[in-house]
C-alpha cells in the first residue's frame, strides 16, 4: 500500500514491494475504514491497550497485584481449536494426505475471498509483520498478519518477535508467510482456516481463539512449517525443549512431544524436588520446536515462539510455580475468572474458590454453581523472558543440540512410566502410533483415546506417510541421533488413582533418560524397549513410592498391547499407500517380541 492510497491511515514501515502489494490487495478486498501499521514499540502497545480497554475487549486486572495483565472474554461459540474446520488445501489432495481436511486452493480461495469481501469495513485492518525464531537464525522465518483484532495484535506481539526485526530479516525478498485474518461476525459456520502450503499462505475466518488465529504458532510454525521443513530438510514439532543441567553445570537438552493439553509447560518448566538439590531445569520452549541437523552431526533445535499460550486451570505454585510466575504480569488472560479484587482464578489454583467472582462468561459464580467458573481450555499467554528459568540459550540463533526427544502420551492404561526406543526407527515407529486420551484444547469429547502420531495429528501440514519417511530420512543427515523415549504420567491402578505423583517428581524420570544419553545409567530389554534397571532409577525422598510402585507403573500387560496394535492399524491401514516400509516391520518385530 502506498502512504497516498486513502485507506492507509497508519505510518508504513517498509518499502518491501511485494508486502506493499500484497497489503494493498488485502485492504482492497476486505475494505476497512484504515490500515494499521504494526511497528511493535512500547508506546505502540500501550495505545492498543488503551483502545482494547475503552472497547470492552480487555478488562484491566488488579494493576498493583498483576501489573500490565488484563482479561478477555472470547465469544462462548469460540473457545478451541476446530479441527473439523482446519483445512490444508494443496493442488493434490494425497499431498494433504488421509489424516488432513482437503480441499482445492482454487475452491477455498474463491470461498474465502468471498467471506472476506468487504469484512473490515468500518474496522481497522492491523499489519503485523513477524519473526518466528531468534533474529539472524537460518531457522527463522518472516511472517506478516493481517487481522482485524486488537486481541490478536496483542497477543501476537506477547507470542512472536513482533516488529521491524521481521521487516529487518525480509529486507526486499517476497519470501513471507501471508496470513489473513477476518473475525467476520465468529460463527461457527463461517469458520475456516485455511493453509496454503504451496504459496505459504494462511487465511483464517469466523474465530479469535489462539489457536485458530494466532497465525505464527499452529498454522504457521507447525502446519506450514512441518511443509516447509520436508522441503528444507528439517523438523517442524509439537515439542518442548528443555536444558537439564547436572550439579556439576553438564547441560542436556530435551526435546518432548505431548498432545495438546498434556502438560508440555508444565514439564517445560519443571522444578527439581529436594531430593535433586543442584539439578536445575530451564525452559527453551513449552509447545514448538524447529529442529535442523548441524555442521557437527547433531539436531538443533530452537523454539520459534516468544510467548507461552498455556492452558490455566490446574496451573499452580504446586504444578507449575515458574508458571506462576511468568504470569505475574503483562499477561492477557483469556476465559479464567475473575475476583472481586481485580484478580484471576481457576479451578485448580492455589487459592480456594473466592465465595463470588464472575465466571469466564462474566456471569455471577460461587463454588455452589454447576458450571466451571474458568473454561477448561482458559489460557494465559505470557512474554517467555518473564520465566525466571528461560534458558539463555533461547535467544541463540543457532538453537540447542538435542539429546534425547520424548513423546508422551495421557493414557490411563498400557503405556509404562517411561521406556527407550532401541533405535531410531523404533523411536519413529513408537512416536507414530502414539495414542493419547482427547482433551478441551480442541473442540469434541474429551477423554476419548485417538490416535494422535507424534502428538502433530492436527497439525502435520502434509500426508503423515510422508512426515513418517521424512523423519526417516533426517536420520541419514545426523550422526549423532538423539535417544528416543515414551513417558506416560497419567496411568491408573484399578482403584483409579495415578500410579504415579507427576510434577517435579517427572525429574526422576528426566533424569534416567539423560543418564541414557551420557552412558550413566543401566537399563533393561523388554519387548517394549529398554526400561530402567533396579539401581539406575532414583527412588531416594519420595513419600509413599516405592520399588513396588515403580513396577506397577512400569508393568507390560500383553493383552492391553495386543488392543494398542489393533488400535495403531487402523491408522496404518489408513495411510498404508503412502507407509514407509521400515514402519511396517517395526510393527511386525513388536509383535513378535511379545
Ligand atoms: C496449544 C494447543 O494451544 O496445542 O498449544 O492447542
Ligand atoms: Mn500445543
Same mark, same amino acid.
Given at each position: 500500500?502506498?502512504?497516498?492510497?486513502?485507506?492507509?491511515?497508519?505510518?508504513?514501515?517498509?518499502?518491501?514491494?511485494?508486502?506493499?502489494?500484497?497489503?494493498?490487495?488485502?485492504?482492497?478486498?476486505?475494505?476497512?475504514?484504515?490500515?494499521?501499521?504494526?511497528?511493535?514499540?512500547?508506546?505502540?502497545?500501550?495505545?492498543?491497550?488503551?483502545?482494547?480497554?475503552?472497547?470492552?475487549?480487555?478488562?484491566?486486572?488488579?494493576?498493583?497485584?498483576?501489573?500490565?495483565?488484563?482479561?478477555?472474554?472470547?465469544?462462548?461459540?469460540?473457545?478451541?481449536?476446530?479441527?473439523?474446520?482446519?483445512?490444508?488445501?494443496?493442488?493434490?489432495?494425497?499431498?494433504?494426505?488421509?489424516?488432513?481436511?482437503?480441499?482445492?486452493?482454487?475452491?477455498?480461495?474463491?470461498?474465502?475471498?468471498?467471506?472476506?469481501?468487504?469484512?473490515?469495513?468500518?474496522?481497522?485492518?492491523?499489519?503485523?509483520?513477524?519473526?518466528?525464531?531468534?533474529?539472524?537464525?537460518?531457522?527463522?522465518?518472516?511472517?506478516?498478519?493481517?487481522?482485524?483484532?486488537?486481541?490478536?495484535?496483542?497477543?501476537?506481539?506477547?507470542?512472536?518477535?513482533?516488529?521491524?526485526?521481521?521487516?529487518?530479516?525480509?529486507?526486499?525478498?517476497?519470501?513471507?508467510?501471508?496470513?489473513?485474518?477476518?473475525?467476520?461476525?465468529?460463527?461457527?459456520?463461517?469458520?475456516?482456516?485455511?493453509?496454503?502450503?504451496?504459496?505459504?499462505?494462511?487465511?483464517?475466518?469466523?474465530?479469535?481463539?489462539?489457536?485458530?488465529?494466532?497465525?505464527?504458532?499452529?498454522?504457521?510454525?507447525?502446519?506450514?512449517?512441518?511443509?516447509?521443513?520436508?522441503?528444507?530438510?528439517?523438523?517442524?514439532?509439537?515439542?518442548?525443549?528443555?536444558?537439564?543441567?547436572?550439579?556439576?553445570?553438564?547441560?542436556?537438552?530435551?526435546?518432548?512431544?505431548?498432545?495438546?493439553?498434556?502438560?508440555?509447560?508444565?514439564?517445560?518448566?519443571?522444578?527439581?524436588?529436594?531430593?535433586?538439590?543442584?539439578?536445575?531445569?530451564?525452559?527453551? &520452549?513449552?509447545?514448538?520446536?524447529?529442529?535442523?541437523?548441524?555442521?557437527? &552431526?547433531?539436531?538443533?533445535?530452537?523454539?520459534?515462539?516468544?510467548?507461552?499460550?498455556?492452558?490455566?486451570?490446574?496451573?499452580?505454585?504446586?504444578?507449575?510455580?515458574?508458571?506462576?510466575?511468568?504470569?505475574?504480569?503483562?499477561?492477557?488472560?483469556?476465559?479464567?475468572?475473575?475476583?472481586?479484587?481485580?484478580?484471576?482464578?481457576?479451578?485448580?489454583?492455589?487459592?480456594?474458590?473466592?465465595?463470588?467472582?464472575?465466571?469466564?462468561?462474566?456471569?455471577?459464580?460461587?463454588?455452589?454453581?454447576?458450571?466451571?467458573?474458568?473454561?477448561?481450555?482458559?489460557?494465559?499467554?505470557?512474554?517467555?523472558?518473564?520465566?525466571?528459568?528461560?534458558?539463555?540459550?533461547?535467544?541463540?540463533?543457532?538453537?540447542?543440540?538435542?539429546?534425547?526427544?520424548?513423546?508422551?502420551?495421557?493414557?490411563?492404561?498400557?503405556?509404562?512410566?517411561?521406556?527407550?526406543?532401541?533405535?531410531?526407527?523404533?523411536?519413529?515407529?513408537?512416536?507414530?502410533?502414539?495414542?493419547?486420551?482427547?482433551?478441551?484444547?480442541?473442540?469434541?469429547?474429551?477423554?476419548?483415546?485417538?490416535?494422535?502420531?507424534?502428538?502433530?495429528?492436527?497439525?502435520?501440514?502434509?500426508?503423515?506417510?510422508?512426515?513418517?519417511?521424512?523423519?526417516?530420512?533426517?536420520?541419514?543427515?545426523?550422526?549423532?541421533?538423539?535417544?528416543?523415549?515414551?513417558?506416560?504420567?497419567?496411568?491408573?491402578?484399578?482403584?483409579?488413582?495415578?500410579?504415579?505423583?507427576?510434577?517435579?517428581?517427572?525429574?526422576?524420570?528426566?533424569?534416567?533418560?539423560?543418564?541414557?544419553?551420557?552412558?550413566?545409567?543401566?537399563?533393561?530389554?523388554?519387548?517394549?524397549?529398554?526400561?530402567?534397571?533396579?539401581?539406575?532409577?532414583?527412588?531416594?525422598?519420595?513419600?509413599?513410592?516405592?520399588?513396588?510402585?515403580?513396577?506397577?507403573?512400569?508393568?507390560?500387560?500383553?493383552?492391553?498391547?495386543?488392543?494398542?496394535?489393533?488400535?495403531?492399524?487402523?491408522?496404518?491401514?489408513?495411510?498404508?499407500?503412502?507407509?514407509?516400509?521400515?514402519?511396517?516391520?517395526?510393527?511386525?518385530?513388536?509383535?513378535?517380541?511379545?
Amino acid at each position: 500500500m502506498t502512504a497516498s492510497n486513502p485507506l492507509s491511515a497508519g505510518a508504513c514501515n517498509t518499502a518491501n514491494h511485494a508486502v506493499l502489494a500484497w497489503v494493498d490487495e488485502m485492504a482492497h478486498l476486505c475494505l476497512p475504514e484504515r490500515v494499521y501499521w504494526c511497528a511493535g514499540s512500547e508506546a505502540e502497545k500501550a495505545a492498543l491497550t488503551q483502545e482494547a480497554v475503552a472497547r470492552g475487549i480487555l478488562i484491566p486486572l488488579n494493576q498493583e497485584k498483576r501489573p500490565g495483565c488484563y482479561l478477555h472474554r472470547s465469544n462462548p461459540n469460540d473457545v478451541a481449536r476446530v479441527e473439523q474446520c482446519t483445512f490444508i488445501c494443496t493442488t493434490n489432495p494425497e499431498d494433504a494426505g488421509p489424516t488432513n481436511n482437503w480441499m482445492a486452493p482454487r475452491e477455498m480461495y474463491a470461498k474465502l475471498r468471498e467471506l472476506c469481501r468487504g469484512a473490515m469495513r468500518g474496522r481497522t485492518m492491523y499489519v503485523v509483520p513477524y519473526l518466528m525464531g531468534p533474529p539472524g537464525s537460518p531457522l527463522t522465518k518472516v511472517g506478516i498478519e493481517i487481522t482485524d483484532s486488537i486481541y490478536v495484535v496483542l497477543s501476537m506481539r506477547i507470542m512472536a518477535r513482533m516488529g521491524q526485526a521481521a521487516y529487518d530479516q525480509l529486507r526486499d525478498s517476497p519470501n513471507f508467510n501471508r496470513g489473513l485474518h477476518c473475525m467476520l461476525d465468529v460463527h461457527p459456520e463461517r469458520r475456516y482456516i485455511a493453509h496454503f502450503p504451496e504459496d505459504n499462505a494462511i487465511i483464517s475466518v469466523g474465530s479469535n481463539y489462539g489457536g485458530n488465529v494466532l497465525l505464527g504458532k499452529k498454522c504457521l510454525a507447525l502446519r506450514i512449517g512441518s511443509w516447509l521443513g520436508r522441503k528444507e530438510g528439517w523438523l517442524a514439532e509439537h515439542m518442548l525443549i528443555m536444558g537439564v543441567e547436572s550439579p556439576v553445570g553438564e547441560k542436556t537438552y530435551v526435546a518432548a512431544a505431548f498432545p495438546s493439553s498434556c502438560g508440555k509447560t508444565n514439564f517445560a518448566m519443571l522444578v527439581p524436588p529436594p531430593a535433586f538439590a543442584g539439578w536445575k531445569v530451564w525452559t527453551v &520452549g513449552d509447545d514448538i520446536a524447529w529442529m535442523k541437523p548441524g555442521a557437527d &552431526g547433531r539436531l538443533y533445535a530452537i523454539n520459534p515462539e516468544a510467548g507461552y499460550f498455556g492452558v490455566a486451570p490446574g496451573t499452580s505454585m504446586k504444578s507449575n510455580p515458574n508458571a506462576m510466575r511468568s504470569i505475574q504480569r503483562d499477561t492477557i488472560f483469556t476465559n479464567v475468572a475473575l475476583t472481586p479484587d481485580g484478580d484471576v482464578w481457576w479451578e485448580g489454583h492455589d487459592d480456594a474458590p473466592p465465595k463470588e467472582c464472575l465466571d469466564w462468561r462474566g456471569q455471577k459464580w460461587t463454588p455452589d454453581s454447576k458450571e466451571k467458573a474458568a473454561h477448561p481450555n482458559s489460557r494465559f499467554c505470557a512474554p517467555a523472558v518473564n520465566n525466571p528459568m528461560l534458558a539463555p540459550e533461547y535467544h541463540d540463533p543457532q538453537g540447542v543440540p538435542i539429546s534425547a526427544i520424548i513423546f508422551g502420551a495421557r493414557r490411563s492404561t498400557t503405556m509404562p512410566l517411561v521406556y527407550q526406543a532401541f533405535n531410531w526407527t523404533h523411536g519413529v515407529h513408537v512416536g507414530a502410533t502414539m495414542g493419547s486420551e482427547t482433551t478441551a484444547a480442541a473442540t469434541g469429547a474429551v477423554g476419548q483415546l485417538r490416535l494422535d502420531p507424534m502428538a502433530m495429528l492436527p497439525f502435520c501440514g502434509y500426508n503423515m506417510g510422508e512426515y513418517f519417511r521424512h523423519w526417516l530420512r533426517i536420520r541419514k543427515l545426523i550422526t549423532h541421533p538423539p535417544r528416543i523415549f515414551h513417558v506416560n504420567w497419567f496411568r491408573k491402578g484399578d482403584d483409579g488413582k495415578f500410579l504415579w505423583p507427576g510434577f517435579g517428581e517427572n525429574m526422576r524420570v528426566l533424569k534416567w533418560i539423560v543418564d541414557r544419553c551420557r552412558g550413566h545409567a543401566d537399563a533393561e530389554e523388554t519387548p517394549l524397549g529398554w526400561v530402567p534397571g533396579p539401581r539406575s532409577f532414583d527412588l531416594s525422598g519420595m513419600d509413599n513410592f516405592n520399588a513396588d510402585n515403580l513396577a506397577k507403573a512400569q508393568s507390560f500387560n500383553v493383552e492391553e498391547w495386543r488392543n494398542e496394535v489393533i488400535k495403531s492399524d487402523e491408522l496404518f491401514l489408513k495411510l498404508y499407500a503412502d507407509l514407509p516400509k521400515e514402519l511396517i516391520f517395526q510393527r511386525e518385530l513388536l509383535v513378535a517380541r511379545f
